[in-house]
């Protein structure tokens, strides 16, 4: 019987810092990371850390208001017993419903003290062996040159996959896409992430344009609501149809699966509210036979590794797109967790994250 894990602390920071360029995509653009480590202690003084990266278009929170929700949650989860990890969620539940990032925050930090505690880093406490994960990279919109210019650097850097955003202007989009495609050459994989921006009618103009561009996935191509039109479009195009926006829930998730509206969906820890309901949205997707990518809001590494170590653990998981971190001027909140070469990411031969977060200095 191993010793008691009560929580005794659940402490929240908010963490800035740099781009090395603006970030744009169709839901608006960025010059730095807003993000909010977490850190829970519990009896004996055994830490896990989380981080909470809200972003209200999408998760329905700011950072105040994911800070607000953070202390309320303190005090509901003091005296708790870490093991509970369902518990911790109804609790969290409790006081408010959404607060997807917060509640990540929280999960992230008793996961990674659940999985210390076993001595287990985290992707073989939740049943994996292999500690590599292959990420994609991310070409953010710029000017068609500028986008190319990126895309073969990257090749070049050894990401094997890019995912090119779209979704504001859909002739702007073919002519990216042909220009990146000439960029990188044949070999590169490329996905296209819309990011909610088109409809019906104009998703089909522009992959009817890039028929023989090789572009594996199409990503959230039209608002998320719209799981009928994302049937629509999935019987008339070649490519994987993959949700993200759609799907922030285990719920979202059966819905979806049931309208038939996706061939793959894309888990944000920070959009299902942590590693408990996003272990259920990948049930879901498996029994209905849809695949799942590992995907990131603007994360460091502390929650990235979170994400690296579910796609690590879960066959489902096919795919992983964690690749905010390598965004950050200066990404020294945080050490550990795993290594990078070329596209591969290794996963910490350590307990839990892998993580060490010098957390009083934040
Ligand atoms: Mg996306």
């Known amino acids: 019987m191993q010793s008691s894990m009560r929580i005794e602390n659940v402490e929240a920071k908010l963490y800035r810092a740099p781009l090395r360029a603006p970030f744009k995509i169709a839901l608006g653009e960025t010059d730095h990371i807003e ?19 809200a972003y209200a278009p999408v998760t329905g929170e700011d950072s105040e208001g994911a800070l607000a929700f953070l202390r309320k949650a303190a005090s509901a989860l003091v005296g708790r017993d870490a093991a509970g990890v369902a518990g911790i969620h109804a609790a969290m539940d409790a006081i408010s419903v959404g607060r997807p990032a917060a509640k990540a925050g929280v999960d992230i930090a008793v996961y990674d003290i659940l999985a210390k505690r076993a001595q287990l880093p985290l992707y073989r406490f939740l049943g994996g062996t292999d500690p590599c994960v292959r990420t994609d990279m ?12 990126r895309a073969a650097l990257r090749a070049r850097e050894g990401f094997r996959t890019l995912k090119i955003k779209a979704g504001i202007d859909p002739a702007q989009d073919v002519e990216h896409l042909l220009a ?3 960029a990188v050459g044949p070999e590169t994989e490329l996905r296209i992430d819309a990011n909610q921006g088109w409809d019906a009618k104009s998703a089909l103009w522009v992959l009817e344009r890039l028929e023989g ?36 829930t285990p719920h979202d998730a059966m819905r979806a699966a049931m309208a038939g509206a996706g061939d793959m969906i894309n888990i944000k820890l920070m959009k299902s509210g942590g590693l ?12 209905a036979g849809m695949a799942c990518m590992a995907g990131c809001m603007s994360e460091t590494r502390v929650s990235i590794s979170a994400g690296a ?29 795993f290594t990078r070469e070329g596209d591969r990411l290794t996963l910490a031969d350590a307990p839990g994250l892998g993580v060490t977060v010098d957390f009083d200095a934040l």
């Open 180 to 182: 990146i495609r000439e």
């Open 138 to 149: 991310t070409v953010g919109l710029a000017d068609t040159a500028v986008m190319a210019e």
């Open 276 to 287: 408990h309901p996003a272990l259920k949205i990948n049930a879901i997707a498996e029994a």
């Open 35 to 53: 993000t909010i480590i977490v850190r829970v202690t519990v009896e004996g003084g055994l830490a896990g850390f989380g981080e909470a990266s």
């Open 213 to 248: 561009v090789g572009i594996a996935e199409v990503e959230q191509p039209l608002p998320h609501w719209d799981l009928a039109g994302m049937r629509f479009l999935r019987e008339r195009i070649g490519q994987q149809l993959m949700l993200d926006e759609s799907v922030h």
């Open 309 to 337: 170590h579910m796609a690590a653990a879960l066959p489902n998981v096919v795919l992983a797109d964690l690749d905010s971190w390598m965004e950050i001027a200066d990404d020294g909140c945080a050490q550990g967790g």
